[in-house]
């Protein structure tokens, strides 16, 4: 034998960074050696599952022995009605998560661009450098704002795929709908435009837009959406693109056959039909995002204006000490560190309970810190 070690992985893995999820609860506990978890660290929805979702999960048990439908069928067409697209504009896959890497499969060569506002969710570069393409970062301006200009400026002839997460993680920021009308107008028709709206359905600003009126007038745009977020069913997995026909086939063509387990399929038709839920998801958001902005400001932390179910809030000089006392206490939250923003900790919407545990917690803390709180 004549071996000198094992098989070298792909070049370009040596310049990935794993991502790094939110810290798991049972982690903390075991950790910790605490009763009292609050996970407020992964955007996810502090109401739990649609009880429809639940109750169809259940009843459907006894088929897992069956292959999923490879095309997701009822729920893509489920989809179709409620947004106003047609089936073949859809691709539903493993998360949102599987689809940056589809589209990164299907149109990124060596060499190509993805641009990518920043900070935002790593997904975007994990995919570009995945297919050795380069990352074009565009920091966003003053209080995270997405300035077009600067997004148009970065654009060159290598230029394939342009990443805009609205509302954006982990910021809360989002792009107007004028803007990404504006953008669309104005960029050459290489470049496909991926509109991550994983947090659409918090947005209340009048000017957002979840992206869908202009993909239904035929714009080069693809919309990135998940179950994970408002609908509560991060566990099982499962996301949507809508897109022009062309780009749904290009993706279709590099999707594994059963990406789609059979409980996420079954749980997001029924999570789709549960309005209340949804209202409630959205209600309960509304109010505890309010009461962490207040609460936060209370405490003399100033937060950026946020659209999503989460707030990132600057701590300053103090966030990574508190980010660890917090976790001592069984709260978890998300540093800014992996997005370069190492003064700030993004904090997710939880119940109103939630909340306000965190907030106690966080006062106290700061203060055994010797942080004077605003009052
Ligand atoms: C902006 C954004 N897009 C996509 C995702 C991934 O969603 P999924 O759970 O559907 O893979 C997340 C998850 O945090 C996200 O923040």
Not at 86 to 104: F, R, Y
Not at 106 to 130: N, R, T
Not at 221 to 246: D, H, M, N, W
Not at 276 to 282: G, Q, T
Request: aromatic share 6%; charged share 25%; hydrophobic share 40%.
């Amino acid at each position: 034998m004549n071996r000198t070690g094992p098989t070298p992985a792909r070049e370009t893995l040596g310049r990935m960074a794993p991502y790094t999820p939110g810290k798991p609860i049972w982690e903390v506990r075991e950790e910790y050696g605490l009763d009292r978890i609050v996970k407020l660290a992964s955007n996810e929805n502090p109401l739990g599952p649609s009880p429809l979702a639940l109750a169809a999960i259940t009843e459907m048990l006894s088929e897992l022995h069956r292959y999923p439908d490879h095309r997701a069928t009822a729920l893509a067409e489920a989809l179709a009605e409620r947004l106003g697209v047609a089936p073949s504009q859809l691709v539903v896959a493993n998360g949102a998560d599987e689809l940056i890497t589809l589209l990164s499969e299907a149109y990124l060569d060596p060499g190509d661009e993805i641009v990518v506002p920043s900070p935002s969710f790593s997904e975007y570069e994990f995919g570009g450098l995945l297919m050795n393409a380069d990352v074009v970062r565009v920091p966003l301006r003053e209080g995270f704002a997405y300035e077009i200009t600067d997004i148009l400026a970065s654009v060159t002839p290598r230029t394939k795929l342009l990443y805009l997460c609205s509302p954006n993680n982990p910021t809360g920021t989002y792009l107007s709908r004028n803007h990404l009308r504006h953008l669309t107008d104005a960029l050459p028709e290489r470049v496909l435009v991926v509109l991550d709206a994983a947090y659409a359905h918090f947005a209340d600003a009048e000017d957002y837009t979840d992206g869908f009126e202009l993909l239904r007038e035929g714009r080069n745009i693809a919309i990135l959406q998940t179950f994970s977020k408002i609908y509560g069913l991060a566990g099982v997995r499962a996301g949507y693109c809508a897109a022009p026909e062309a780009i749904v086939r290009a993706l279709l063509q590099v999707k594994e056959p059963f990406n789609v387990n059979a409980l996420a399929q079954t749980a997001a038709i029924a999570a789709l039909r549960d309005d209340d839920h949804l209202a409630a998801s959205r209600r309960c958001n509304a109010e505890g995002r309010r009461q962490l902005r207040e609460g936060l400001a209370a405490l003399g932390v100033p937060t950026t204006e946020s659209q999503a179910n989460f707030v990132l809030a600057e701590f300053g000089d103090d966030a990574q000490d508190l980010d660890r006392a917090l976790l001592r206490r069984g709260v978890i939250v998300r540093s800014g560190k992996g997005w370069g923003l190492p003064r700030h900790l993004r904090i997710s919407v939880g119940t109103g309970e939630e909340n306000a545990f965190l907030l106690r917690v966080l006062r106290e803390e700061m203060t055994a810190l010797g942080r004077p709180c605003s009052s």
